[in-house]
């Protein structure tokens, strides 16, 4: 058995230079097995730029990904192929195969990656289904059913090849609070079941609060804080407090001073 | 995954070591297809020697038990590691199979009328 807070992916002094600009500025974080983190930041933190470098969409300028063992940094694509079968990833829209049944969407991965019969498939999609409270749903077309339910078809799809790890990129987006809540408790409910590993990125502070073992928060590029909610939420930091209350005035300036706006301005 | 498959009469015991995951389970499968095409009536499967089992090794079982639900034969699984059975009740499946703790149970549940 595996120890439950070992962890599976450490990210070690990831730099990412676009053009000129560190987008990621020395990231350096632990995400444990078998545990919910969430990487919350606000627009253009790096939140999402670092989600890339995990799942080996982009590769760092330089630093050190190490996903279940293997440094994922400068990995050819067939070895980052086969690092990405233990991944299971929500991509923000769903992305189902419209032509598809829920139930062949469902089945793409194995059918891709496995060598198993289409009956072995069609029982695993049934359970997977299952799993997401979709029990029944395996003819239905995508434009049948709600924007909730295609989520959850494509979590059921994610976690089809039954991965170690699960990446939810804003789980919650273009979903009403009630359904957003629901995914919430799906990604609580198989973590705590299958002990996968989840990592979330969001701005949604709710749904963070609620589900996160561990959050971690970025900023400008950086880590700026990484506890548990309760800590994030006791934090004296005055950058997380404004962060998490959604303050326009603060230390995290909304806009910038009229000086820099004359000088960009004068200087361009 | 080694599967070691013994007979002694009408009984059929397959003993399972290693990890029953999508790679092992076709092998799984075809044990367990020329067994229901000869129509065994009493299938008992050892799995403590099964420490992972994934998605595609209870579809295995979930198909088998089908197959034998056909012709009236029985599949039993004995000797469960914690794993193996976590996949069982996390499928919600653990109450449709017949499970018990021992091989020497499972034999004796076997020996009587279902």
């Known amino acids: 058995m595996n120890d439950p807070v070992r962890p599976i992916i450490e990210v070690k002094n990831l730099v990412k230079v676009f053009g000129d600009r560190a ?5 350096n974080i632990l995400i444990p097995q078998g545990k919910i983190t969430v990487i919350m930041g606000g627009s253009g933190c790096g939140k999402t730029t670092l989600l890339r470098h995990l799942i080996g969409l982009h590769q760092p300028t330089t630093g050190e990904i190490w996903v279940d063992g293997s440094n994922i940094a400068g990995l050819k694509e067939k070895e980052m192929n086969e690092v990405r079968r233990k991944f299971g990833m929500l991509f923000q829209g769903a992305a189902l ?6 139930g062949e969407n469902v089945a793409v991965p194995l059918k891709e990656h496995t060598t198993l019969s289409a009956e072995i498939i069609r029982i695993i999609v049934r359970v997977k289904l299952e799993l997401v409270g979709l029990t029944g749903f395996d003819d239905f077309m995508p434009h049948q059913i709600s924007g909730g339910m295609k989520k959850r078809v494509a979590l059921a799809r994610a976690i089809s090849l039954d991965p170690k790890i699960v990446f939810y990129d804003e789980p919650g987006a273009g979903l009403d609070p009630i359904t957003a809540s629901m995914i919430d408790r799906l990604i609580l409910d198989l973590s ?16 963070a609060f ?59 | 995954m080694k599967i070691q498959v013994t007979s002694e009469g009408d009984l059929h015991i397959l003993e399972l070591v290693g990890e029953l995951d999508y790679h092992s389970s076709p092998e799984l499968r075809e ?5 229901a095409s000869k129509q065994a009536s009493k299938v008992l499967v050892d799995l403590k020697g099964v420490d992972y089992m994934d998605s595609s090794g209870i579809a295995t079982f979930v198909e088998a038990f089908q197959k034998a639900k056909r012709y009236q034969g ?41």
Request: net charge neutral.
């Open chain 1, 23 to 27: 987008v990621l500025d020395g990231i």
């Open chain 2, 31 to 35: 044990k367990l297809n020329e067994l």
């Open chain 1, 97 to 102: 195969f419209n032509s598809m049944t829920v």
């Open chain 1, 210 to 268: 609620r589900i996160a073992d561990q959050i971690i928060i970025l900023y400008k590029g950086k880590v700026l804080q990484v506890g548990t909610p309760q800590e994030i939420q006791n934090s004296k930091d005055s950058y997380v407090q404004q962060f998490i209350k959604g303050e326009a005035e603060g230390v995290i300036p909304f806009k910038q001073t009229s000086e820099a706006y004359l000088k960009g301005l004068l200087e361009t």
């Open chain 1, 192 to 207: 705590k079941k299958l002990n996968i590993t989840s990592v979330v990125v969001t701005h949604e502070m709710k749904s």
């Open chain 2, 74 to 114: 029985r599949l039993v699984l004995a000797e469960l590691t914690d794993t193996v059975r976590g996949v069982f009740e996390i499928a919600k499946l653990e109450s449709i199979f017949e499970i018990s703790p021992t091989v020497i149970e499972a034999r004796e549940r076997l020996a009587v009328k279902a």
